[in-house]
């Protein structure tokens, strides 16, 4: 039976004493190495005692058990024993914590704590209520919706509707506790040729995210089908109004189209160079 | 002159060819093991030519030239020139494409693609269109501001104002697109002693968000201080009236007190057992 890569099929498993996020991570963009392979994934969070971990492992063992090829484990323990215990399932273990704890301890000469519980500044109640100033600042400045307190933002993303403004400008504050507020450029303003007044103070602080047309289509076909909104022909004015004024203005900009959320946070936050309040 | 463990501190640079959110994860998880030590953190993104390495690599080398301590490196380079090219940097250099892509190629008998720019589901369409509709959702159902298509939440958090459920709800939205709606238990639904009745259908889907009384008041107090909202005798009736409702209702519930967003939100999406639209 020939054993051709697009039919290869792996089960991934993510195990972790705490939430499996950075499990998850890590193991994603790994996976995204391999193309040809369907990865079956599932997590299994807050495996924190002997016991819960022998149950996770029964169903990765299972997996093999039946027939199947040996699964990929990702796991984040940080206990040195259940980090042991893991290793044993009969599957491809990448344990992190095992790999990567000891050189550090070794280069800074300092032992780990081996405890669990410390990831994502739990603790740190500065970043806990940094964070949630920006979500709330951001909610509050969402679309246009409060010009009140402008000044306060770091950041002020502006484009046409669906362009990516409003995820972007969440992530932002939920993940570098950043204020960003943000504004449409509708069609108003296109004809008018001017930038939204209110916004006008804060040129500086603008940043512009471009979209292709025929991706703005699709994306607001999915929201309002058929309608003018949607409309390719409409989609191209717009967006081709947006660069234009965004050229006029000088304003800094950003092409959406085949970004994710996270790579376009990341990049504003680069070349806008703003200051995160949490890392 | 005596290295006490205080006194340790070391650089910590992040550096990827991509956003660098998986390496900073990564190394922050890390990094949290070792309490004794401050780190100083830098990311480097986007770092994708050899020229742009090459610079990335100077300033590591010249913290170690300063008569610094050797730098830590965690690095997410796809590319095996780059990654060799960065693990000549004088510094501990955790790069972890390396470690892991060449077991898991030995392990499925396929080669990795060893392409930059997989990562985070930029080309997966189904999830991008997944999570703004969660994000959508989730925006047009905070704080109970529409009770318009509850029945398609596919969940509903509940709780006194201040507790967690907007970050919660959003980072449910961003990272797993589920959609969450947040429902806020106020004073006048503890003196009827019932829920509000637009949530009373979906009983269900409610799942409760519980909070210390004092971490409740410290957080209310950073809004608006010295009101009755903020007083601790308000907050202490508040949380409690919750409680009894949630207990009263059958509601799960979850305590977020000394929980980070990202600790509160999985546990949900475990507990509730929802089903994640992105992974």
Redesign the interface.
């Known amino acids: 039976m020939p054993?051709l890569?697009h039919s290869?099929s792996?089960y991934v498993f993510f195990i972790s004493d705490?939430?499996?996020?950075?499990a998850?991570?890590?193991g994603?963009?790994?996976l995204?190495?391999?193309?040809?392979?369907t990865f079956k994934?599932e997590t299994i969070?807050?495996v924190d005692t002997p016991e819960k971990l022998a149950a996770a492992v029964e169903r990765v063992n299972a997996i093999s058990a039946n027939g199947g090829?040996?699964p990929?484990v990702v796991s984040?323990l940080?206990d040195e024993d259940l980090s042991k215990q893991v290793r044993q399932a009969n599957a491809?273990v990448?344990d992190?914590?095992h790999?990567?704890?000891a050189?550090?301890e070794q280069?800074?000469?300092?032992e780990?704590?081996?405890?669990a519980g410390?990831?994502?500044?739990?603790?740190n109640s500065h970043e806990?209520?940094a964070?949630?100033?920006a979500?709330?600042f951001t909610?509050a400045h969402?679309d246009g919706a409060s010009t009140k307190e402008l000044e306060r933002a770091q950041v002020i993303l502006v484009g046409v509707s669906r362009c990516g403004k409003?995820?972007t400008s969440?992530?932002l504050a939920?993940?570098f506790g950043i204020r960003c507020a943000n504004f449409p450029l509708t069609p108003d303003d296109f004809e008018r040729g001017r930038l939204p007044e209110s916004i006008m103070p804060f040129k500086q602080k603008l940043y512009g995210l471009t979209i292709a047309p025929d991706r703005l289509q699709s994306?607001r076909n999915?929201r309002r089908p058929n309608s003018n909104y949607s409309d390719m022909k409409n989609c191209l004015w717009e967006t081709a109004s947006a660069e234009q004024m965004m050229q006029r203005y000088g304003i800094m900009s950003f092409d959406t189209t085949?970004?994710?959320?996270?790579?376009i946070?990341?990049?504003i936050l680069?070349k806008a160079n703003l200051v995160r309040h949490v890392?």
Do not use: W
Request: glycine fraction near 4%; proline fraction near 5%.
């Open positions: 054993d890569p290869v792996r705490r939430t499996g996020i950075t998850e991570m890590l994603n963009s790994l995204t190495q391999f193309d040809a392979v994934r969070p807050y090829q040996r990929i984040s940080v491809l990448l992190f914590f790999r990567f704890i050189p550090i280069e800074i000469g300092v780990s704590n081996h405890a410390r990831s994502h500044g739990i603790s806990y209520f964070r949630i100033e979500v709330n909610l969402d409003t995820p969440l992530y939920l993940q994306i999915e085949v970004k994710s959320i996270e790579e946070a990341t990049t680069m890392y």
